[in-house]
C-alpha cells in the first residue's frame, strides 16, 4: 500500500501502531480504554496528585490574585483568599509564618480532596472517564461490570467473537485502508483520534457517502461524564438522510436478539447519535476535553504522527493546535443531525445480513438512564445486579457462584414464600 496515495483520497483511517495487534476500531477503543486503565493504580493516581498538586503549588507561588484552579481547587482558593486579606494587617514575618501554615492546610485539604476523588468508580476503574460499552454492560448487569473491574479475570476470546471481529474488519476495510501510525504520548494517541474525526467529518461533506468506525467523544448532555465510544457506520440514506448504524453479528442462528440485548443495542446507538449531535453543534470545547483526558495541549506531537498529519496538509506541531482546528472544524461542518438509527444483523455461517431493526431515538429516556448510571460511577449508590425477572442472564456469568446481589435476592425470595406458607 502507497501511504502518501491513501491518505491524499482520505479513505483511510490512522491507528496506534503500539496498540495495532487488535485490528478493528472497536478493539481498539477497547485495547485504549484498557490499556489506560490497566496501567496501576498507584502510578496514575500519583501521576493526577501530582499534577494535580502543581497545579496548586503553582498557583500559589505566582500570588493569590494569579490563583486559576480546576473546581478541585475552588474552595482551597477561597478559602485562601479569605485568609489572606484577614492576615494583611500583620506584622511580615508573622504573616508569612501563617501563609505557609495556609499553603501546607490548602494542600492537604486539595490532597484529601483528590484522594476522596480516585475513590469513586468513575476515576478508580475508568480513570474519569466511560466508554460507551461501560454503559450498555452496565446495563446487562451493574454487578457484573463491577466484578470485571474488581475480581481478577482472564479475559477469554471464543470463536464467536473472533468472528464478529474479523466481519466488523471486513467491513471497514471495504469503505478505508488502515494505517498503524506510531505513537509515542497520550496527546499523540488523541491526535489520532482527532484526525480520523476531522476525515470522516470532511468525508461527509463532501465526497464520501458512507462512513466507518469514526471514532466519537463528549460529555453527553453536559452531565460532566466524559465518555469515548466507535461510532460502526454513518451514511446518507436513499431519501439523503443521515443515518446511523450498528453492526451485529449472530453466532448460532438468523435469529434476533432478545428484549434485553436489543435494549442495549438501542442504548448504544442513541448514545453515539446523542454525541454525534453535540459533537456537529460545536458543543465540544477544549475546556471540556483537556479538563476531562488530563492531556498537556502545548505537548510536540511525535514524528510519526506529524508526519502523517504533513503529508494531509495539516501543518501544526502542538496538540492544543491540532485540538483548536479539529473544534473549528467540528463547529462549522454543515453536517446534519443522525436523522435515523438502525441495527443491523448479519449471520456469521454465511457472513450475509439477514434483518435490521429500527431505534426510535428517545431523549428522555436516555437521559434517565444515564442518570442512573452516573450515579454509581459518582459513588452515590451501591451497584445493582439483575431485577428477579431478569436472573436467566445469571445463567452465563462467570460471576455466578460468587456474586452477593443473586445471594441476597435468593434469599428475599426464601423469606417471602416463607411468610406466604405461615399465611396458610
Ligand atoms: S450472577 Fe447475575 S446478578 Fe450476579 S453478577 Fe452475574 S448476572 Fe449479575
Redesign the pocket.
Known amino acids: 500500500m502507497e501511504l502518501g496515495q491513501n491518505l491524499t483520497s482520505g479513505n483511510v483511517l490512522l491507528t496506534c501502531e503500539k496498540r495495532s495487534t487488535r485490528l478493528s476500531a472497536v478493539k481498539i477503543d477497547h485495547a485504549l480504554c484498557s490499556n489506560e486503565a490497566n496501567s496501576s493504580e498507584h502510578t496514575s493516581y500519583s501521576k493526577n496528585i501530582a499534577s494535580d498538586f502543581q497545579c496548586s503549588s503553582d498557583s500559589l507561588n505566582s500570588g493569590v490574585s494569579a490563583i486559576v484552579c480546576s473546581s478541585e481547587g475552588g474552595i482551597c482558593s477561597d478559602v485562601l483568599r479569605q485568609n489572606m486579606a484577614k492576615s494583611s494587617d500583620e506584622p511580615a514575618v508573622k504573616r508569612k509564618k501563617v501563609d505557609n501554615k495556609m499553603e501546607n492546610q490548602a494542600d492537604l485539604e486539595k490532597v484529601a480532596e483528590i484522594q476522596k476523588k480516585w475513590e469513586l468508580p468513575l476515576w478508580k476503574f475508568r480513570r474519569g472517564r466511560l466508554c460507551v460499552t461501560d454503559i450498555t454492560s452496565q446495563s446487562w ?1 451493574e ?2 461490570l463491577l ?1 470485571t473491574y474488581t475480581l481478577p479475570t482472564i479475559p477469554v476470546e471464543n470463536k464467536a467473537m473472533v468472528k464478529g471481529s474479523s466481519l466488523h474488519l471486513a467491513r471497514e476495510l471495504e469503505v478505508h485502508d488502515i494505517v498503524p501510525v506510531k505513537v509515542t504520548s497520550r496527546e499523540d494517541s488523541w491526535a489520532i483520534k482527532l484526525l480520523n474525526i476531522m476525515d470522516a467529518i470532511n468525508g461527509l461533506s463532501f465526497d464520501r457517502l458512507c462512513i466507518r468506525e469514526m471514532p466519537i467523544f463528549g460529555d453527553p448532555f453536559e452531565m460532566g461524564v466524559f465518555m469515548v465510544g466507535i461510532i460502526d457506520e454513518l451514511k446518507y440514506n436513499e431519501s439523503g438522510e443521515l443515518q446511523l448504524l450498528e453492526f451485529k453479528s449472530r453466532s448460532s442462528s438468523k435469529t434476533l436478539p432478545g428484549k434485553a440485548q436489543k435494549l442495549n443495542h438501542a442504548l448504544q446507538v442513541m448514545l453515539y447519535k446523542q454525541m454525534f449531535d453535540e459533537l456537529v453543534s460545536g458543543k465540544l470545547s477544549r475546556e471540556m476535553i483537556l479538563g476531562h483526558v488530563n492531556l498537556d495541549e502545548g505537548k510536540v506531537l511525535g514524528s510519526a504522527v506529524l508526519d502523517h498529519m504533513q503529508k494531509t496538509g495539516i501543518h501544526f506541531d502542538k496538540f492544543g493546535e491540532l485540538l483548536d482546528a479539529a473544534l473549528l472544524q467540528f463547529q462549522f461542518s454543515s453536517l446534519p443531525h443522525v436523522d435515523s438509527l438502525e441495527i443491523e444483523y448479519c449471520f456469521q455461517g454465511d457472513c450475509l445480513s439477514f434483518a435490521t431493526d429500527k431505534v426510535q431515538f428517545d431523549s428522555d429516556w436516555l437521559r434517565k438512564k444515564l442518570d442512573h448510571s452516573f450515579l454509581f460511577w459518582r459513588g452515590v449508590r451501591e451497584a445493582e ?2 431485577d428477579i425477572e431478569d ?1 436467566w ?2 445463567q452465563n ?1 462467570d ?2 457462584d460468587i ?1 452477593e ?2 445471594k441476597k435476592k435468593q434469599q428475599e425470595c426464601m423469606e417471602k414464600n416463607q411468610i406466604s406458607i405461615n399465611k396458610l
Open positions: 448487569c454487578q457484573q466484578y445486579g439483575v436472573a442472564k445469571c456469568c460471576f455466578v456474586c446481589w443473586r
